[in-house]
């Protein structure tokens, strides 16, 4: 008792507690229950508990596969068809010593970071039809938006391909406005940006709409009655206030874009490979299993890195607006 | 205090606006005006349409039929941020991600105020508000108190024509709310503001406003200065709302040399002497106030503005003891008279239910109002 009493259960679970208090009278079973209740959601480990079997998932998933590659992009190297055990950092001087995976590597950054820019500038109209317009835009706008993840992105990438195609439709609909030499796109990191732009906008539009969602509209209002045209508006409310929202999904749009690999294999080709374009071929076409280890390791410190110093600087604003709340 | 800031208020006209969502009409023909420097109040229930009638004034809601004018000129079709208003919300509307000094400074940029004009403006804007030293807190640092204030430099600092309010205190408790109305209407003479605050609680708005319009679904049912409004309501509606009121449905029997004489149905005669515009047969309603009435032990002799009746409960409130009476004979109307004994009086009389006793009043404190 004297534990619950000096930690402040939250006012919406008190009810809980208080009606599995009154089941408990009833039998052990409902009193054990009670128990496990107030310890998961009363006590400093909720959020422990709470958050434990996703992390048991993550761990035995992702973190232990991650760290076996690591080790294996250390401890082997693969000479003339023939794997050589032992320490190593052989395969990360190959790595950064070749201009042609530098160049790779610059590529794929470029196009997660263009890839995320696009679909921010493409996300904040329809965030703000989705947060702000009536419910039936709204969810028009969120069915147009969703769509299309519906569809496999294998499909999805071969659909680009006809249209991006020399003879596709796009260079058919040019053709009528009277550009007869219309520019190739497919095969080159503009087919590459462009889907990834049309895949990955959803995942930038949800966190911003939901980040517009919870911006009181009074704020906006005062705003407008202190003089504030709708474009400053935007500008010096809703764009600031959204940050968080931009945050989130800058990166899993980042993050995604730089893994991609079937919307550059199939759009881009051998012509403008990526990062995952390079891993596949170093494991399955050349068998090179710790180099393509190495790039793999390489991809997720990129990634992880720009995701850490992205959400650091937006946290530091963030922290700022609540500077004192508790 | 900063001289700079006084500013002349707008006088604010609405002819006959209207606003209709689908069929539902929720502002029907509002005409009011408020003069230039005077503090109005849309007082009503919750859905009576002062709330949009309020945003229609800000350009926040168009109105569907009707003008807007401000010191003479229409405002209908001019966007929000073109009306220079004020406004101050119910919950503040704070920008969170502004310090307190960029809050106040946020209309002033808005009008491209150079910076350093910006900044002092800000400050004196702070001044008056009393939140000297606070510029570069944010708005989650502070309490709801402060965040008052800063909403209402926010409001002042670039001088607007007219001010707005949205129930700006709903959120603060009883003596803070007290504290900070008096405060508002200090500022706002001060500043020589047209004002116009919406709110449900009639003593703010018999605290702070020189004009109170009653609103009842959508339309205004009574407007005229706080005291007026309390002392002469023109119906139930407006009697019932602002203070406390017995009701004892009447009919006019005679009038003269200023004095009314009216009858109920169960043949109680009443006497006023309260001008109003009524005429002779028309249906009204007796409106008594609680303090109004002078209670004595025992029964009285029949006479006009005199009832009998058994006392049901007494309830101590602070300044006042509240007595329930049944009337005696008095089964067609409202069960029960309210009567308030001053608690001075309360020692001397404290009447038990189950007794029987008088209650008698003045021909000028008896009211006749409209029926609804």
């Given at each position: 008792m004297s534990r619950t009493e000096s930690i402040d259960v939250p006012e919406r679970v008190t009810p809980h507690v208080t009606r599995l208090r009154a089941n408990a009278k009833e039998g052990a079973f409902a009193r054990r229950m009670a128990k496990v209740w107030e310890f998961a959601t009363g006590t400093r480990m909720a959020g422990y508990v709470l958050v434990a079997p996703a992390v048991l998932f993550l761990a035995v998933w992702f973190v232990w596969p991650v760290l076996t590659m690591v080790h294996l992009s250390l401890t082997s190297r693969v000479v003339e068809g023939v794997s050589v055990e032992g320490f190593t950092l052989e395969n990360y001087v190959r790595l950064f010593s070749s201009d042609l995976y530098f160049r790779i590597l610059l590529r794929t950054l470029r196009i997660a970071l263009l890839t995320s820019l696009f679909t921010a500038l493409f996300a904040y109209p329809l965030a703000i039809a989705i947060a702000r317009g009536g419910p039936s835009l709204a969810r028009l706008v969120t069915i147009t938006l969703l769509a299309p993840l519906l569809v496999n992105v294998v499909v999805r990438s071969y659909g680009w391909q006809t249209i991006l195609n020399k003879t596709g439709a796009l260079a058919w609909v040019l053709k009528i406005f009277g550009i007869s030499n219309p520019p190739v796109l497919l095969y080159t990191e503009w087919a590459v940006l462009i889907a990834c732009v049309h895949v990955y906008l959803p995942f930038m539009v949800m966190p911003i709409a939901g980040a517009i969602g919870r911006i009181d509209r009074s704020v906006e209002e005062a705003a407008r009655v202190a003089g504030a045209t709708r474009l400053a508006v935007l500008r010096r409310i809703i764009l600031p206030l959204s940050l968080p929202g931009l945050a989130v999904g800058a990166s899993l749009v980042f993050s995604l874009s730089a893994a991609a690999y079937v919307t550059p294999q199939i759009l881009g080709g051998n012509f403008s490979p990526l990062l995952g374009t390079l891993i596949e071929q170093q494991i399955l076409t050349l068998n090179d299993w710790p180099f393509g280890a190495a790039i793999s390791t390489l991809l997720i410190a990129l990634v992880l890195a720009s995701n850490l110093i992205f959400l650091k600087l937006v946290s530091r604003r963030f922290a700022r607006w609540t500077a004192g709340a508790r | 205090m900063a001289t700079t800031s006084v500013s002349g208020g707008g006088e604010v006209r609405l002819a006959g606006i209207c606003r209709s969502y689908g069929d539902t009409q929720v502002v029907r023909d509002v005409n009011l005006i408020a003069a230039s420097g005077s503090i109005l109040a849309l007082l009503g229930p919750s859905g009576c349409g002062k709330t949009t009638t309020l945003r229609m004034v800000a350009g926040l809601v168009q109105p569907s039929a009707g003008d807007i004018l401000i010191d003479g000129v229409s405002v209908t079709g001019q966007p929000v941020h073109k009306r220079n208003l004020g406004m101050l919300f119910q919950n503040y509307a704070l920008f969170p991600h502004l310090t307190v000094r960029e809050n106040v400074a946020f209309g002033l940029a808005m009008r491209g105020v150079p910076k350093g004009d910006t900044v002092r403006r800000a400050k004196e804007a702070l001044a008056l508000v009393r939140l000297s030293g606070f510029e570069d807190r944010m708005p989650a640092a502070l309490s709801g108190g402060q965040q008052q204030r800063v909403a209402m430099a926010r409001a002042i600092a670039y001088r607007p024509r007219v001010l707005l309010l949205d129930e700006p205190f709903g959120a603060l408790d009883k003596k803070l709310r007290e504290e900070m109305q008096i405060?508002?209407?200090?500022?706002?003479?001060?500043?020589?503001?047209?004002?116009?605050?919406?709110?449900?609680?009639?003593?703010?708005?018999?605290?702070?406003?020189?004009?109170?319009?009653?609103?009842?679904?959508?339309?205004?049912?009574?407007?005229?200065?706080?005291?007026?409004?309390?002392?002469?309501?023109?119906?139930?509606?407006?009697?019932?709302?602002?203070?406390?009121?017995?009701?004892?449905?009447?009919?006019?029997?005679?009038?003269?040399?200023?004095?009314?004489?009216?009858?109920?149905?169960?043949?109680?005669?009443?006497?006023?002497?309260?001008?109003?515009?009524?005429?002779?047969?028309?249906?009204?309603?007796?409106?008594?106030?609680?303090?109004?009435?002078?209670?004595?032990?025992?029964?009285?002799?029949?006479?006009?503005?005199?009832?009998?009746?058994?006392?049901?409960?007494?309830?101590?409130?602070?300044?006042?003891?509240?007595?329930?009476?049944?009337?005696?004979?008095?089964?067609?109307?409202?069960?029960?008279?309210?009567?308030?004994?001053?608690?001075?009086?309360?020692?001397?009389?404290?009447?038990?239910?189950?007794?029987?006793?008088?209650?008698?009043?003045s021909a000028a404190r008896t009211l006749v109002v409209r029926e609804q």
């Open positions: - | 405060e508002l209407r200090q500022l706002c003479n001060e500043l020589g503001l047209t004002t116009i605050l919406v709110t449900h609680d009639q003593e703010e708005a018999l605290i702070l406003a020189d004009q109170i319009a009653v609103m009842r679904s959508g339309r205004i049912e009574q407007v005229d200065n706080a005291r007026a409004v309390y002392e002469r309501p023109i119906s139930h509606f407006v009697a019932d709302f602002i203070g406390t009121s017995n009701f004892i449905p009447a009919s006019i029997v005679d009038m003269r040399d200023g004095r009314m004489t009216l009858r109920s149905t169960a043949g109680h005669v009443f006497e006023s002497t309260v001008p109003n515009d009524f005429s002779i047969q028309e249906r009204v309603a007796v409106a008594i106030r609680p303090e109004s009435m002078r209670l004595t032990p025992g029964e009285l002799p029949a006479a006009a503005n005199r009832l009998t009746g058994t006392i049901v409960r007494s309830l101590f409130k602070g300044q006042v003891l509240s007595v329930w009476m049944k009337p005696h004979g008095q089964a067609e109307l409202q069960p029960e008279l309210q009567v308030s004994i001053p608690i001075e009086d309360a020692a001397r009389m404290s009447p038990q239910p189950g007794e029987t006793w008088s209650a008698q009043w």
